[in-house]
């Protein structure tokens, strides 16, 4: 299987996350892909490459104008006030409050655009947000082109980005944004399938009225667990989109026989869809060794989950996203990819 992969990653570095009142440090490391390349090299997956340019164009097809023009400056907003930090948010426009006028200061514009304080950004986030979308759009390019299958080596992850949000580590949202590529380059019904532990918010939101791509996640329920204000069962999609999301939030301690009756659900709703190409948004934070989350799936499940996934016979694109046990986290993810190539 094809790797794209850019080291343009390595621009975003956040210091610190806000968490239970302390600045902590962010666990969505650059060391994080390192491993994964390092575990795709050594195990013999296939070509890795490096992502091809592709511009605004597919990025505004997701997001909208603003957040991108937000993203794009907030760097220099930030630097202007003579800050030597990473930016940070503090005031959100939650319940009650306006969202009708986008505020004027970097302060405001901070909270405007995000859903919580784990999206630091630094000099180089943008670019490395880009490299990131472009990464997912090859893979997407790759097989629509006729590819049965291709890895987009994300990072920074995508899946909490929401068309004018970004949160929980994300800021575009890479799955959606190669979901859209292939619904553009022709394909008429497509599936995500997002197996990272928590809920892709923002995937969901993207697509949530939309009958054309068919959203299914399997994640720590949103009672307990981030990003506590979406990804229940009752979420089933609206307007045209009725029926097209399908949520499988589950308990603290999921074992990965329990994981994978759920996904045996979710599969087979993406197969009575009809869907004609698949986007995975693939975290492996589902490990027993991750270090913020609570599920107890061993390395050799990973392999179990590919192989399923691959049952389906879509043309398939993985999208990297969470995955925090950094020493685990290459080997989980080849687990997951060589189970798909040889079931
Ligand atoms: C892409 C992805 O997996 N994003 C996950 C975002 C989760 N953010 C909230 C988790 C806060 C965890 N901080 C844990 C500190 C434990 N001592
Ligand atoms: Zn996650």
Request: a negative charge.
């Given at each position: 299987m094809l790797t794209i992969y850019s080291p343009e990653h390595h621009r975003h570095h956040g210091a610190a996350e806000f968490y239970r009142g302390k600045?902590?440090?962010?666990?969505?490391?650059?060391?994080?892909?390192?491993?994964?390349?390092?575990?795709?090299?050594?195990?013999?997956?296939?070509?890795?490459r490096a992502p091809d340019r592709f511009g605004r164009g597919p990025l505004a097809r997701v997001h909208s104008g603003?957040?991108?023009?937000?993203?794009?400056?907030?760097?220099?907003?930030?630097?202007?006030?003579?800050?030597?930090?990473?930016?940070?948010?503090?005031?959100?426009?939650?319940?009650?409050?306006?969202?009708?006028?986008?505020?004027?200061?970097?302060?405001?514009?901070?909270?405007?655009?995000?859903?919580?304080?784990?999206?630091?950004?630094?000099?180089?986030?943008?670019d490395a947000v880009q490299a990131s979308a472009d990464c997912a759009l090859t893979g997407a390019r790759v097989v629509l082109e006729g590819a049965s299958s291709a890895f987009a080596l994300c990072?920074?992850?995508g899946h909490h980005a929401g068309a004018r949000a970004m949160g929980?580590?994300?800021?575009?949202?890479?799955?959606?944004i190669a979901a859209q590529a292939m619904r553009d380059g022709g394909v008429e019904r497509v599936a995500i399938l997002d197996v990272d532990y928590h809920h892709g918010n923002g995937t969901q939101t993207i697509f949530y009225d939309r009958a054309d791509v068919f959203f299914a996640s399997l994640h720590g329920d949103p009672a307990v667990e981030y990003?506590?204000?979406?990804g229940h069962a009752?979420?089933?999609?609206?307007?045209?989109?009725?029926?097209?999301n399908l949520n499988l939030p589950l308990p603290w301690g999921t074992s990965a026989a329990e994981y994978l009756a759920a996904l045996a659900v979710a599969l087979a709703r993406i197969a009575a869809f009809g869907a004609q190409a698949l986007v995975v948004?693939?975290?492996?934070?589902?490990?027993e060794g991750d270090p913020i989350s609570h599920f107890t799936l061993g390395s050799d499940d990973f392999t179990t989950l590919g192989r399923r996934i691959a049952a389906l016979g879509?043309?398939?694109?993985?999208?990297?996203e969470g995955g925090y046990a950094v020493g685990d986290i290459g080997g989980n993810v080849v687990n997951v990819l060589s189970g798909f190539e040889k079931p």
């Open positions: 600045l902590v440090p962010c666990f969505e490391s650059p060391e994080r892909a390192e491993q994964i390349l390092a575990r795709v090299k050594e195990r013999g997956l296939g070509p890795v603003d957040y991108l023009d937000f993203l794009a400056s907030a760097w220099e907003e930030w630097q202007a006030l003579g800050e030597t930090g990473d930016a940070l948010p503090y005031a959100w426009p939650a319940a009650g409050l306006r969202r009708d006028v986008p505020p004027a200061h970097i302060d405001g514009k901070l909270g405007f655009y995000s859903i919580d304080a784990a999206v630091p950004i630094t000099a180089g986030t943008w990072r920074p992850p929980g580590f994300c800021y575009l949202n890479n799955a959606a990003p506590f204000f979406l009752d979420e089933t999609g609206a307007g045209d989109g009725l029926g097209a948004s693939l975290g492996v934070d589902t490990f879509l043309p398939t694109l993985f999208v990297m």
